[in-house]
């Protein structure tokens, strides 16, 4: 019983010493972090004791967040009191890191030192607003400092404080959180500026939905791009072209036909001659969104364009025909002869039949290799820019040195090639009317056979060689110059009327502007790259089959390049030429010896780099042609 | 064999003379930071205003603006041998070239400047310190030629030219008066309350923060955009 008393008193005791203690840890824990103890909000505002503190701060959207998630410098409140810890700047990429990223390409981090905290006042009662409208609280913001009139009085500022969501505030230009500048003096910018911003304008004025919704086209950046400008900003190069911002103008961006508008045909003169000089103002006419499918706004160039497509199909289909049955018919034969054993016989040739004849003179030779060479450097310039998307294109380029450096390059090579041309046609002329004969007989040269224009006897001969191709007949014969030979050199003529007369055109566009309108350049244009593809696309398919893929000939016929053959080949090839050569005794004058080693070599080291580089050319052109 | 020696000699002669290199060294910024965080014994000199270097430095800098250092080796270490890091806030070395210059002239053996700036050491991800931040107020910016049209318009308008006296008695605008940024804070009190102020520097970029000070000292403040810069832009287009 005693025990059972004193076992009852002990647990009590224990309770309330257990409890004593209890109480004593609590008080020790509460008070024990007031030694050096961290700051939570109820402290800070002890001494920060205003409204935005005390109660903007608890409903702004940072409320949750104590004052040193963000103000993590100070960790003793004692020290801080008394002056000896003072906040750091705040980071806020703690928490918006990828905002934070970047800011730091921000010009006013960079050279203003402007904090996240100096726009967004004030930080400590901002609240989230989910029916704000973004845009105008930007342009708003924006212009607190940059107060200029021109960006809210008209043209995109105007719309967006109007209330429409699609056009642009000052930061779907400019950038929000990445604000670039560009060191521009005010009113011409560097390439990197033209670029950023042409970039800018693209990414909403091709998007067809937006310009749906705002009842414009999206069809305005394709145009652009078709044009020179667009093609040499496309391929890298914005420094020498106008982007969009040098015709339209940055901020007060009006429609053509505003009296104020810089694109107004009032104010080109001055909106076109901040980079072009010294041209007639019909040189104004030109336009900057030209579409060739638009019958009724741009008739020249819509039939221009229907009349180039038709040639270069009509061209191509033709004589892609004409090689692929021609091709067929000669390996087919030789196919027979080899399985019966039988050689060509310019191939089994002896004696007379070895000796070398010439086809081709030392100047006739000479002109042909320029003439590659012209057409190469041509090719190679002018295609980039036509294709100027293609990511060949870009590369090509720049091994020319730029966008600039091709183009002189390109009107170098264009001079050589309409030297030779003019060379030629002085040649023509005096094959045509010769000294001391004059113009006597003329036409009888003209049409003779010696002659490089076409005659009936071609029409014949085509016929010949379609029944041929078919069994349906012999294979015709020819005398010295075969219609496609004809063809070939007529073309040029032709190829330099069109794209001769359109590049000098093209060349200096302010000069042109003495003796045609602006718009022309763009008919011009259209017609120089369309013959350009004619020209390329026969050269390096029909042409080549011609003189390389044609199956008695192939890997390459290097006569062109060493000017002579055997009088075998010649009486096999051309004997109508041959009979007319004994009979008027010219054979004997046209023997000459072998060629070396060495101009064999080259001849065919360079007729086969040729080859190859047309069908690489090719490719990439077919390429391009399919990929758009 | 002659001929390639004559051949080489010509190329040689046509050769471009190099430029001398400047007597001071250039260090990028990773490369200051490793140098502050070996504790070697180095003065590292923010060359801007008190008020701007103040607001915004390098940690652990200290401020000396370079007309400062122009003026007397006063406030730099007096051991010549001591490494000097100058840096300034453009990206061109205008101000921590300057002060480099004068620092080798006074006989500082070894003197560096910070490629590209503070701009660099932000682009770098450092932080900076601030020990007086100046609270960003709306500073209203006017282009030249709206600043030209103003001056014709009212007498009421006051230019304060911020630049350094060197390249104001180069040249300035008609009427302006200069008060050096780094005199700033002595000198604010010139600046009559009642007239409206337009802040002149040399490319506009610190007129905001001279603004946003003076216009919490009671100042009726504005700046003009692109500074003298913009100012001569806007002269040579007209001629």
């Known amino acids: 019983m005693e025990s059972g008393q004193m076992n009852t008193r002990a647990p009590r005791q224990s309770i309330l010493s257990m409890a004593g203690l209890l109480f004593l840890a609590v008080i020790v824990l509460v008070c024990l972090p007031a030694v050096g103890r961290a700051a939570n909000p109820q402290d800070c505002q002890f001494c920060h004791d205003e409204p935005l503190y005390r109660v903007d701060f608890k409903k702004s959207i940072h409320a949750n967040n104590g004052c040193t998630s963000c103000h993590t410098d100070i960790t003793n409140i004692e020290k801080h009191r008394d002056g000896k810890e003072k906040p750091a700047l705040v980071d806020c990429g703690n928490c918006h890191q990828d905002i934070a990223k970047e800011y730091r390409q921000n010009f006013h981090y960079l050279q203003e030192d402007f904090r996240c905290s100096d726009c967004h006042r004030n930080i400590h009662a901002i609240k989230k607003d989910d029916k704000k409208n973004i845009k105008l609280a930007i342009i708003g913001k924006c212009t607190e400092c940059h107060g200029n009139a021109d960006y809210t009085a008209s043209g995109h500022g105007e719309a967006v404080l109007k209330g429409n969501p699609d056009a642009a505030s000052c930061a779907d230009c400019h950038g929000l959180h990445n604000t670039r500048v560009f060191h521009t003096s005010l009113e011409q910018y560097p390439a990197e500026a033209r670029e950023f911003y042409t970039q800018k304008c693209k990414r909403c004025h091709a998007d067809s939905a937006m310009m749906k919704r705002n009842d414009l086209s999206d069809k305005m950046v394709a145009y652009y791009e078709s044009t020179y400008h667009g093609k040499v900003q496309e391929l890298g190069y914005p420094a020498p072209v106008a982007g969009c911002a040098d015709c339209h103008t940055k901020h007060n961006i009006l429609p053509k036909d505003d009296p104020r508008s810089s694109i107004n045909p009032a104010n080109l003169e001055q909106n076109c001659g901040r980079c072009h000089s010294g041209f007639q103002p019909r040189f104004l006419s030109y336009k900057a969104h030209p579409d060739y499918r638009d019958r009724e706004k741009y008739p020249s160039l819509y039939w221009t364009f229907l009349f180039m497509s038709g040639l270069l199909v009509g061209t191509l289909v033709f004589f892609w025909g004409h090689v692929i049955l021609w091709w067929r018919k000669v390996y087919w034969d030789h196919h027979y002869m080899d399985k019966m054993g039988i050689l060509p016989p310019s191939l089994t040739a002896t004696g007379e039949g070895l000796q070398q004849v010439q086809r081709f003179s030392p100047r006739e030779r000479i002109m042909h290799v320029l003439l590659i060479l012209s057409f190469f450097t041509l090719v190679l310039t002018g295609f980039p820019l036509k294709y100027s998307e293609a990511a060949w294109s870009k590369i090509i380029v720049k091994l020319w040195g730029g966008a600039h450096m091709a183009g002189l390059i390109h009107r170098g090579a264009a001079l050589l090639l309409i030297a030779i041309v003019a060379y030629v046609a002085f040649e023509a002329c005096k094959f045509l009317f010769p000294k001391g004969v004059g113009s006597k007989g003329w036409l009888k040269r003209l049409f003779g056979p010696d002659s490089l224009f076409p005659n009936l006897k071609d029409l014949e001969d085509l016929k010949g060689m379609f029944k041929w191709y078919f069994n349906k007949g012999e294979a015709p014969k020819f005398d010295r110059w075969t219609y496609w030979e004809k063809f070939d050199f007529m073309a040029v003529f032709w190829g330099m009327f069109a794209i001769g007369g359109s590049g000098v055109l093209l060349w200096k566009p302010e000069w042109s502007s003495y003796i045609v309108p602006g718009w022309v350049m763009s008919v011009a244009a259209l017609v120089h790259s369309e013959e350009a593809l004619l020209a390329a696309l026969f050269i390096f398919t029909v042409h080549f089959f011609n003189t390389h893929f044609i199956p008695s000939k192939f890997p390459m016929d290097r006569l062109i390049f060493t000017g002579t053959y055997r009088l075998e080949e010649l009486k096999e090839q051309r004997p109508l030429e041959y009979e007319r050569l004994v009979a008027e005794e010219k054979l004997d004058g046209l023997k000459r010896g072998y060629p070396g080693i060495p101009l064999k070599l080259i001849s065919s080291t360079f007729g086969l780099a040729s080859l190859l580089l047309g069908m690489f050319l090719t490719a990439l052109i077919v390429w391009s042609i399919l990929a758009v | ?239």
Request: aromatic share 6%; hydrophobic share 40%; glycine share 6%.
């Open chain 2, 1 to 239: 064999m002659p001929a390639a020696l004559i051949l080489i000699l010509a190329l040689a002669a046509c050769a471009k003379p190099q430029e001398a290199p400047p007597p001071w060294k250039i260090i990028d910024a990773s490369t200051l930071k490793a140098m502050m965080a070996s504790g070697k014994v180095m003065s590292v000199f923010n060359t801007m205003s008190e008020i701007e270097c103040l607001d915004h430095r390098i940690p652990g800098t200290k401020c000396l603006s370079c007309e400062e250092i122009e003026n007397s080796a006063a406030g730099l270490p007096a051991d010549r041998d001591q490494a000097l890091v100058l840096y300034c806030e453009s990206e061109g070395c205008y101000r921590s070239c300057r002060a480099a210059d004068a620092a080798i002239h006074y006989g500082y053996k070894d003197v560096s400047i910070l490629a590209g700036g503070m701009p660099a050491w932000k682009k770098a991800g450092y932080s900076l310190e601030s020990v007086e931040r100046i609270p960003r107020m709306p500073v209203v910016s006017v282009k030249a030629p709206e600043l030209r049209e103003m001056l014709a318009k009212s007498k009421d308008i006051l230019l304060v030219d911020i630049r350094s006296e060197k390249s104001f008695q180069e040249g300035h605008i008609e009427g302006a008066v200069n008060i050096p940024l780094y005199q700033i804070t002595r000198r604010y009190d010139e600046i009559p309350l009642d007239r409206t102020v337009v802040l002149i520097d040399d490319r506009g970029f610190r007129t905001f923060l001279a603004g946003s000070y003076l216009d919490r000292k009671g100042l009726k403040v504005m700046r003009l955009f692109a500074g003298m810069r913009g100012w001569q832009e806007m002269l040579a287009k007209k001629s």
